[in-house]
Protein backbone atom coordinates (compact mmCIF):
# COMPACT_ATOMS: atom_id res chain seq x y z
CA UNK A 1 0.00 0.00 0.00
CA UNK A 2 3.28 2.04 -0.21
CA UNK A 3 4.55 4.08 -2.92
CA UNK A 4 6.84 2.30 -4.79
CA UNK A 5 10.03 3.81 -6.16
CA UNK A 6 10.20 5.57 -9.54
CA UNK A 7 11.86 4.34 -12.12
CA UNK A 8 15.22 5.92 -13.45
CA UNK A 9 14.59 9.11 -15.21
CA UNK A 10 15.46 9.04 -19.40
CA UNK A 11 17.32 12.08 -21.29
CA UNK A 12 15.67 15.83 -21.91
CA UNK A 13 13.73 16.22 -25.36
CA UNK A 14 11.99 19.00 -26.76
CA UNK A 15 8.45 18.93 -27.00
CA UNK A 16 6.31 21.56 -28.61
CA UNK A 17 2.89 22.46 -27.99
CA UNK A 18 0.24 21.26 -30.25
CA UNK A 19 -3.08 22.40 -28.49
CA UNK A 20 -4.08 23.70 -25.02
CA UNK A 21 -7.59 23.07 -22.96
CA UNK A 22 -9.30 24.25 -20.13
CA UNK A 23 -10.56 21.34 -18.49
CA UNK A 24 -11.52 23.13 -15.01
CA UNK A 25 -10.99 26.65 -13.62
CA UNK A 26 -7.48 25.89 -12.85
CA UNK A 27 -6.95 23.23 -14.99
CA UNK A 28 -5.67 22.79 -18.40
CA UNK A 29 -4.93 19.89 -20.90
CA UNK A 30 -1.47 20.47 -22.31
CA UNK A 31 -1.06 18.50 -26.13
CA UNK A 32 2.50 17.65 -27.17
CA UNK A 33 4.23 16.64 -30.56
CA UNK A 34 6.77 14.59 -27.97
CA UNK A 35 9.83 12.40 -29.38
CA UNK A 36 8.91 10.15 -26.53
CA UNK A 37 8.74 6.46 -26.21
CA UNK A 38 5.56 4.55 -26.22
CA UNK A 39 4.12 5.01 -22.33
CA UNK A 40 1.79 2.82 -20.21
CA UNK A 41 -1.07 3.66 -18.44
CA UNK A 42 -0.19 5.10 -14.88
CA UNK A 43 3.22 6.61 -16.17
CA UNK A 44 4.51 10.23 -15.93
CA UNK A 45 7.18 12.48 -17.55
CA UNK A 46 9.09 15.36 -15.67
CA UNK A 47 8.81 18.78 -17.02
CA UNK A 48 11.95 21.12 -16.82
CA UNK A 49 11.54 25.06 -17.10
CA UNK A 50 15.07 26.83 -17.59
CA UNK A 51 14.49 30.54 -16.77
CA UNK A 52 16.75 33.46 -18.97
CA UNK A 53 19.00 33.23 -15.99
CA UNK A 54 19.81 29.95 -16.29
CA UNK A 55 17.42 28.87 -12.97
CA UNK A 56 15.75 25.38 -13.23
CA UNK A 57 12.83 24.20 -11.91
CA UNK A 58 11.67 21.15 -12.67
CA UNK A 59 8.31 18.86 -11.43
CA UNK A 60 6.69 15.12 -12.31
CA UNK A 61 3.27 15.21 -14.18
CA UNK A 62 1.13 12.31 -14.65
CA UNK A 63 0.28 11.20 -18.48
CA UNK A 64 -3.32 11.65 -19.13
CA UNK A 65 -3.10 10.57 -22.81
CA UNK A 66 -3.70 6.27 -23.31
CA UNK A 67 -0.59 4.72 -24.53
CA UNK A 68 0.16 4.69 -28.28
CA UNK A 69 -1.91 8.60 -28.74
CA UNK A 70 -0.79 10.91 -31.39
CA UNK A 71 -0.02 13.52 -29.13
CA UNK A 72 0.99 13.28 -25.10
CA UNK A 73 -1.20 14.94 -22.47
CA UNK A 74 -0.18 16.36 -19.53
CA UNK A 75 -3.13 17.74 -17.18
CA UNK A 76 -1.82 19.91 -15.08
CA UNK A 77 -3.82 21.71 -12.13
CA UNK A 78 -2.98 25.33 -10.79
CA UNK A 79 -1.24 25.49 -7.49
CA UNK A 80 -1.30 28.84 -5.84
CA UNK A 81 1.93 29.42 -4.52
CA UNK A 82 3.47 26.48 -6.65
CA UNK A 83 6.84 27.26 -9.16
CA UNK A 84 5.85 25.87 -12.00
CA UNK A 85 2.33 25.07 -12.50
CA UNK A 86 1.19 28.51 -12.62
CA UNK A 87 3.23 29.24 -15.69
CA UNK A 88 2.02 25.97 -16.90
CA UNK A 89 -1.61 26.72 -16.88
CA UNK A 90 -1.35 30.13 -17.46
CA UNK A 91 1.16 30.99 -19.80
CA UNK A 92 1.32 28.13 -22.06
CA UNK A 93 0.62 28.66 -25.60
CA UNK A 94 0.48 26.50 -28.92
CA UNK A 95 3.45 26.81 -30.77
CA UNK A 96 5.75 26.49 -27.14
CA UNK A 97 8.61 24.62 -26.51
CA UNK A 98 9.28 22.28 -23.04
CA UNK A 99 12.01 20.23 -22.02
CA UNK A 100 10.26 16.40 -21.18
CA UNK A 101 11.85 13.37 -20.04
CA UNK A 102 10.32 9.85 -20.03
CA UNK A 103 7.83 8.14 -19.16
CA UNK A 104 8.91 7.15 -15.58
CA UNK A 105 7.56 4.60 -13.18
CA UNK A 106 6.81 0.79 -13.34
CA UNK A 107 4.56 -0.02 -10.45
CA UNK A 108 1.67 2.25 -10.47
CA UNK A 109 0.36 1.26 -14.08
CA UNK A 110 -1.94 -0.76 -15.74
CA UNK A 111 -1.95 -3.35 -19.01
CA UNK A 112 -4.95 -3.84 -20.80
CA UNK A 113 -5.49 -7.74 -20.47
CA UNK A 114 -5.59 -8.13 -16.91
CA UNK A 115 -8.75 -9.77 -16.03
CA UNK A 116 -9.14 -8.82 -12.54
CA UNK A 117 -11.87 -6.55 -11.75
CA UNK A 118 -10.25 -2.74 -11.10
CA UNK A 119 -11.19 -0.32 -8.81
CA UNK A 120 -10.12 3.51 -8.76
CA UNK A 121 -10.37 5.91 -6.63
CA UNK A 122 -9.14 9.81 -7.28
CA UNK A 123 -9.28 13.11 -5.61
CA UNK A 124 -9.05 16.22 -7.97
CA UNK A 125 -6.28 15.88 -10.26
CA UNK A 126 -5.54 12.34 -8.59
CA UNK A 127 -7.48 11.45 -11.66
CA UNK A 128 -5.04 11.72 -14.61
CA UNK A 129 -3.48 8.64 -14.76
CA UNK A 130 -6.34 6.87 -13.89
CA UNK A 131 -8.15 8.54 -17.18
CA UNK A 132 -4.96 6.76 -19.04
CA UNK A 133 -5.62 3.76 -17.61
CA UNK A 134 -9.92 4.59 -18.76
CA UNK A 135 -8.71 5.59 -22.02
CA UNK A 136 -6.51 2.80 -22.85
CA UNK A 137 -9.27 0.05 -21.41
CA UNK A 138 -11.75 2.02 -23.51
CA UNK A 139 -9.80 1.74 -27.02
CA UNK A 140 -8.39 -1.71 -26.86
CA UNK A 141 -11.92 -2.92 -25.65
CA UNK A 142 -10.69 -4.88 -22.63
CA UNK A 143 -13.84 -6.02 -20.48
CA UNK A 144 -12.20 -6.72 -17.44
CA UNK A 145 -14.91 -4.66 -14.87
CA UNK A 146 -13.89 -1.57 -13.93
CA UNK A 147 -15.43 1.25 -11.55
CA UNK A 148 -14.24 4.74 -10.43
CA UNK A 149 -14.79 6.45 -7.44
CA UNK A 150 -13.93 10.44 -7.67
CA UNK A 151 -14.43 13.18 -5.84
CA UNK A 152 -13.97 17.04 -6.87
CA UNK A 153 -14.62 19.95 -4.97
CA UNK A 154 -17.36 21.21 -7.07
CA UNK A 155 -19.45 20.38 -10.21
CA UNK A 156 -17.11 22.63 -12.37
CA UNK A 157 -14.07 20.79 -10.91
CA UNK A 158 -14.95 17.74 -12.31
CA UNK A 159 -11.85 16.77 -14.77
CA UNK A 160 -13.22 15.08 -17.95
CA UNK A 161 -16.62 15.61 -17.04
CA UNK A 162 -18.13 14.80 -20.21
CA UNK A 163 -15.81 12.31 -21.53
CA UNK A 164 -16.14 10.24 -18.23
CA UNK A 165 -20.21 10.27 -18.82
CA UNK A 166 -19.65 9.34 -22.41
CA UNK A 167 -17.33 6.40 -21.28
CA UNK A 168 -19.70 5.39 -18.62
CA UNK A 169 -22.18 5.36 -21.03
CA UNK A 170 -20.56 3.26 -23.40
CA UNK A 171 -21.95 -0.09 -21.86
CA UNK A 172 -18.33 -1.85 -21.67
CA UNK A 173 -18.47 -2.68 -17.79
CA UNK A 174 -17.21 0.51 -16.66
CA UNK A 175 -19.39 2.25 -13.79
CA UNK A 176 -18.34 5.88 -12.54
CA UNK A 177 -19.27 7.06 -9.17
CA UNK A 178 -18.90 11.18 -7.84
CA UNK A 179 -19.16 12.61 -4.84
CA UNK A 180 -18.34 16.88 -4.54
CA UNK A 181 -17.16 17.91 -0.94
CA UNK A 182 -18.17 21.53 -1.15
CA UNK A 183 -20.62 22.17 -3.63
CA UNK A 184 -23.52 20.85 -5.42
CA UNK A 185 -25.70 22.05 -8.24
CA UNK A 186 -29.40 21.90 -7.34
CA UNK A 187 -31.03 18.13 -8.26
CA UNK A 188 -27.15 16.81 -7.71
CA UNK A 189 -27.63 13.06 -7.84
CA UNK A 190 -24.06 12.06 -6.78
CA UNK A 191 -22.32 11.53 -3.57
CA UNK A 192 -22.71 15.20 -1.52
CA UNK A 193 -19.24 14.34 1.21
CA UNK A 194 -15.99 13.52 1.72
CA UNK A 195 -15.01 9.51 0.76
CA UNK A 196 -16.15 7.54 3.65
CA UNK A 197 -17.04 3.53 5.13
CA UNK A 198 -20.38 3.86 3.14
CA UNK A 199 -19.24 5.61 0.11
CA UNK A 200 -16.57 2.57 -0.06
CA UNK A 201 -18.69 -0.34 0.66
CA UNK A 202 -21.25 0.98 -2.19
CA UNK A 203 -18.52 1.12 -4.77
CA UNK A 204 -15.99 -1.35 -4.15
CA UNK A 205 -15.84 -4.74 -5.44
CA UNK A 206 -16.52 -7.77 -3.64
CA UNK A 207 -13.43 -9.42 -2.47
CA UNK A 208 -13.59 -12.22 -4.51
CA UNK A 209 -11.99 -12.53 -6.90
CA UNK A 210 -9.57 -9.97 -5.58
CA UNK A 211 -9.27 -6.35 -7.38
CA UNK A 212 -7.16 -4.74 -8.35
CA UNK A 213 -7.37 -1.11 -6.88
CA UNK A 214 -5.55 2.40 -7.83
CA UNK A 215 -5.62 5.41 -5.65
CA UNK A 216 -4.39 8.61 -6.59
CA UNK A 217 -4.63 11.99 -4.89
CA UNK A 218 -3.60 14.17 -2.53
CA UNK A 219 -1.25 11.83 0.57
CA UNK A 220 -4.33 12.96 2.78
CA UNK A 221 -6.72 11.54 0.42
CA UNK A 222 -4.68 8.35 -0.50
CA UNK A 223 -4.07 7.71 3.12
CA UNK A 224 -8.09 7.78 3.87
CA UNK A 225 -9.34 5.95 0.69
CA UNK A 226 -6.18 3.09 1.12
CA UNK A 227 -7.22 2.80 4.63
CA UNK A 228 -10.94 2.56 4.56
CA UNK A 229 -10.38 -0.32 2.07
CA UNK A 230 -7.85 -2.60 4.05
CA UNK A 231 -10.63 -1.69 6.79
CA UNK A 232 -13.24 -3.20 4.61
CA UNK A 233 -11.25 -6.20 4.28
CA UNK A 234 -8.77 -5.58 1.04
CA UNK A 235 -5.58 -6.63 1.37
CA UNK A 236 -3.16 -4.09 1.50
CA UNK A 237 -1.09 -5.61 -1.93
CA UNK A 238 -4.08 -5.27 -3.82
CA UNK A 239 -3.93 -1.41 -3.56
CA UNK A 240 -1.40 0.70 -5.89
CA UNK A 241 -0.78 4.37 -5.07
CA UNK A 242 0.56 7.69 -5.89
CA UNK A 243 0.20 11.20 -4.21
CA UNK A 244 0.30 14.18 -5.90
CA UNK A 245 -1.68 17.51 -6.15
CA UNK A 246 -3.35 19.94 -4.21
CA UNK A 247 -7.64 19.31 -4.33
CA UNK A 248 -9.96 16.25 -3.61
CA UNK A 249 -12.00 14.86 -1.26
Same mark, same amino acid.
Given at each position: MTDAPRGEPSRWLTAV???????? /??????FFTAPLPVHEAGQHVDVRLTAPDGYEAQRSYSIASRPGAEHLELTIERLEDGEVSPYLVGELK????????? /??GGYFVWKAGDARPLLLIAGGSGIVPLMAMIRHRALVGDKAP?????????????? $?????????GAGDGLMVAH???????????? $???????DMVRDVAWPKDPAPLVFVCGPTSFVETASGLLVDSGYDPSWIKTERFGATGG
Open positions: IDRVVHQA /PRVVSVVGDKLELRG /PIARLLYSSRAFEDII $YRAELDRLATLTRERPAGWKG $YGRRIDR
